[in-house]
């Protein structure tokens, strides 16, 4: 697992919040046809993971943590395909297709 500091730290990029609040990345990504990871907003994602601080709306960062989850999600599916162990009574069998729709299901109803 990589640590958040590692991750940032290959990212390379001198992140100037002021800059990012008033450009408005994330508008520029919402109108975007073709959804593609922004490193800028990479970043941004790393100083939230580190401090906790969003420092913007909730309404205009959802859409892209959105899309950064499930790209997460699919990505750990490609590495980690389904392994069946024997049935546990205690614990829920769900299929990962189902498990990640609830997810993004619960996220996308947040409102922040």
């Known amino acids: ?20 609040h008033n450009c408005g990345l994330c508008l520029d990504f919402d109108k975007k ?5 922004s490193p800028l907003l990479e970043q941004f994602l790393c100083h939230v993971a580190k401090t906790g601080q969003t420092m913007v709306p909730w309404s205009q960062f959802k859409n892209y943590f959105l899309f950064k989850l499930e790209k997460v ?9 389904e392994q069946r162990a024997s ?22 109803g947040y409102n922040g």
């Open 1 to 20: 697992m990589v640590e958040v500091d590692d991750y940032c730290r290959k990212l390379n990029i001198q992140f100037q919040w002021q800059s990012y």
């Open 33 to 37: 046809a073709k959804k593609e990871p």
């Open 73 to 81: 999600m699919d990505d750990f599916r490609a590495s980690a395909p």
């Open 87 to 108: 049935a546990n009574p205690n614990v829920e069998s769900v299929p990962f297709e189902d498990m990640k729709e609830r997810i993004l299901k619960i996220v996308k």
